[in-house]
T-cell receptor, first 112, second 120 residues
Framework: AQSVTQPDIHITVSEGASLELRCNYSYGATPYLFWYVQSPGQGLQLLLKYFSGDTLVQGIKGFEAEFKRSQSSFNLRKPSVHWSDAAEYFCAVGINTDKLIFGTGTRLQVFP | EAGVAQSPRYKIIEKRQSVAFWCNPISGHATLYWYQQILGQGPKLLIQFQNNGVVDDSQLPKDRFSAERLKGVDSTLKIQPAKLEDSAVYLC??????????????????FGAGSRLTVL
């Protein structure tokens, strides 16, 4: 069965520091992979997606993610975090682009 | 384009009462989804519609939850009777078409802001 693991429940970084949020998945074939962000009281906003091709994908707000098949990972990165990046981040995997399984999320806190 | 609209944003009810949530997807989006997001967890799919037909409702607790999308546009999710464990955010999402191996991004989900339910 498909599953998604986000090992870090809560991460705190200083503004301007680099960020990496971890995501591991379990699936028999190459899945479709997504990162969504959820600000308080808001719905989920798509940051980026991977379907195939280049394993390093660029998203909105300066985020990128790298698909590593050998590690079954799809980690999200940002070189310099802004205070407005504080939110909850969800990794999701799907066998199609629409049937998604989400991880439990990582809450990002940014200190000035 | 206008986003996915949901109402009400917040609802507080007592257990055993009923509640209904409404969703209006992005215009032209054929597929509509209801997700349940319990505090501290990721969203979980409850039901998926393609136009006015149900594609997947395997995770919907059918003894108390029901959903409809009669005209293939907006949708209503109902809970009757509510239990304490139904306290959650109910997210509606829509996509242009049913999923497949697409590189166009047309099948990516767009979410509404959600309806937060508190059952006392």
């Amino acid at each position: 069965a498909q599953s998604v693991t986000q090992p870090d429940i809560h991460i705190t970084v200083s503004e301007g520091a680099s960020l990496e949020l971890r995501c591991n998945y379990s699936y028999g074939a190459t899945p479709y992979l997504f990162w969504y962000v959820q600000s308080p009281g808001q719905g989920l906003q798509l940051l980026l997606k991977y379907f195939s091709g280049d394993t390093l994908v660029q998203g909105i707000k300066g985020f990128e993610a790298e698909f590593k098949r050998s590690q079954s990972s799809f980690n999200l990165r940002k070189p310099s975090v802004h205070w407005s990046d504080a939110a909850e981040y969800f990794c999701a995997v799907g066998i199609n682009t629409d049937k998604l399984i989400f991880g439990t999320g990582t809450r990002l806190q940014v200190f000035p | 384009e206008a986003g996915v609209a949901q109402s009400p944003r917040y609802k507080i009810i007592e257990k055993r009462q009923s509640v209904a949530f409404w969703c209006n997807p992005i215009s032209g989006h054929a597929t509509l989804y209801w997700y349940q997001q319990i505090l501290g967890q990721g969203p979980k799919l409850l039901i998926q519609f393609q136009n006015n037909g149900v594609v997947d409702d395997s995770q919907l607790p059918k003894d108390r939850f029901s959903a409809e999308r009669l005209k293939g546009v907006d949708s209503t999710l109902k809970i009757q009777p509510a239990k304490l464990e139904d306290s959650a955010v109910y997210l509606c999402a829509s996509s242009l078409a049913l999923g497949g191996s697409s590189l166009s991004g047309a099948n990516v989900l767009t979410f509404g802001a959600g309806s937060r339910l508190t059952v006392l």
